[in-house]
């Protein structure tokens, strides 16, 4: 069985500071990792996946994350805060043993961001 | 550029009442999946299907059943709508890969009174 836990379901940052936002998983199996962002009113969006092949990620927007197989982490970091990043974060776990491909899939995280 | 198509995009039932959510993505994938949002709880998958023809149970399926009408559409039904049904719904498709990221519509807000 796969989970994924999201630490604080509410984030607030200065604009300019740094974001980070936490996720733990639980896989049986060398995990795939995903984190999406959503907008009011959208659907989500993927903002980067970990794929096993480097376990430091670079996705779209600054964001990056990285991989600690000891910590069984994937926390996400913007090292400058943006008004444009307020939005709600997903983290999502699948494997390759996930049948139909499913991914599970965090709480969430909403980011506010005071000017 | 359309990617996945959700509709409606809001619907008010009364309860009792039945709906179908549609969904169609242009994308070729073969894998279909129904999610439902709500808060503090993330998504929380109802229903998909890995390929035409093929559906299966997620984590809460109970109220709905779902239609894999072809390859681009997988339609969500629910028959008899409850309170507890009021949530945001999302419909998304996936690539062949195991590492291939969720392409998601854009959501079905439903409220059930």
């Known amino acids: 069985a796969q989970s994924v836990t999201q630490l604080g379901s509410h984030v607030s940052v200065s604009e300019g500071a740094l974001v980070l936002l936490r996720c733990n998983y639980s896989?049986?199996?060398?995990?795939?990792l995903f984190w999406y962002v959503q907008y009011p009113n959208q659907g989500l969006q993927l903002l980067l996946k970990?794929?096993?092949?480097?376990?430091l990620v670079k996705g779209i927007n600054d964001f990056e994350a990285e991989f600690k197989k000891s910590e069984t982490s994937f926390h996400l970091t913007k090292p400058s805060a943006h008004m444009s990043d307020a939005a709600e974060y997903f983290c999502?776990?699948?494997?390759?043993?996930?049948?139909?491909?499913?991914?599970?899939f965090g709480g969430g995280t909403r980011v506010l961001v005071k000017p | 550029n359309a990617g996945v198509t959700q509709t409606p995009k809001f619907q008010v039932l009364k309860t009792g009442q039945s709906m179908t959510l549609q969904c169609a993505q242009d994308?070729?994938?073969?894998?279909m999946y129904w999610y439902r949002q709500d808060p503090g709880m993330g998504l929380r998958l109802i229903y998909y299907?890995?390929?035409?023809?093929?559906?299966d149970k997620g984590e809460v399926p109970n109220g709905y059943n779902v239609s894999r009408l072809n390859k681009r559409e997988f339609s969500l039904r629910l028959e008899s709508a409850a309170p507890s049904q009021t949530s945001v719904y999302f419909c998304?498709?996936?690539?062949?890969?195991?590492?291939?990221?969720?392409?998601f519509g854009n959501g079905t807000r439903l409220t059930v009174t």
């Open positions: 998304a498709s996936k690539g062949p890969s195991h590492n291939s990221p969720l392409h």
């Open positions: 896989s049986s199996v060398p995990p795939y």
């Open positions: 970990y794929t096993s092949a480097a376990t």
């Open positions: 999502a776990v699948s494997s390759s043993k996930a049948a139909g491909n499913k991914l599970t």
């Open positions: 994308m070729n994938h073969n894998s």
């Open positions: 299907s890995a390929s035409e023809g093929t559906t």
